[in-house]
């Protein structure tokens, strides 16, 4: 599905310099420092994806030649909210972009038994609810952490939500659908299927361990 102006539930990002890097991700031998190289890269096209629909309005300005009503973002800067720790890989990239946003952090790590988010830290901006927020988390594998994750910034006031990922499951994708019919999913892909462990296949693995190299 290309990506447009309209809003949708689920929006894949099938770029092909997206495709092309996020292969490149995939593959097992992609070392830690190029994994977490193409995840800034993928994210600031990504970025471009998310932010299409902002709204705009514009601002007296002179340029060498004349005036004009140039156009501007309107509104109060955006929030973009990591889910800890692999979302920092999505965050930095985004934040070449959108050097001005705020930031949250949302500390979660998924029970490798229950598969259920653990939460260790929540802190966003008090204003959230008067500001765009983009959620980013690499990857939605059942949807716990990020359905939990949003539930958790719409309790501190969000209103606007939109969801980054780079890859999605149908599993993951029905569930924050299913919660959050509001949220705006943005993903490089939605691949087959999860295994028994939770895993998306045929994925990248861990995203955390690849990007920290803790595995
Ligand atoms: O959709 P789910 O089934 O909830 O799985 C996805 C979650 O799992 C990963 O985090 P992880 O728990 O590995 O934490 P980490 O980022 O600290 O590695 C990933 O970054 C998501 O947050
Ligand atoms: O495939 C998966 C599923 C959850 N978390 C990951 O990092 N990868
Ligand atoms: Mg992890």
Redesign the pocket.
Known sequence: MAASSTPKTLVVVDHPLVLHKLSLMRDKNTPSAVFRQLLREISLLLAYEVTRDLPMTTQKIETPLTEMDAPILKGKKLVIVS?????NGLLEGMLDLLPSARIGHIG???DPVT?K?VEYYFKVPSDIGERPVIVV??????????AYAIQKLKDAGARDVRLVCLLAAPE?VKRVTADHPDVPIYTAAVDSHLNDH?YIVPGLG????RMFGTK
């Open positions: 889910i800890l720790r692999a979302g979660l790590y998924r598969l988010p988390d690499p990857m939605l594998a059942t949807g716990n952490s990020t993951g939770g861990d995203a955390g361990d």
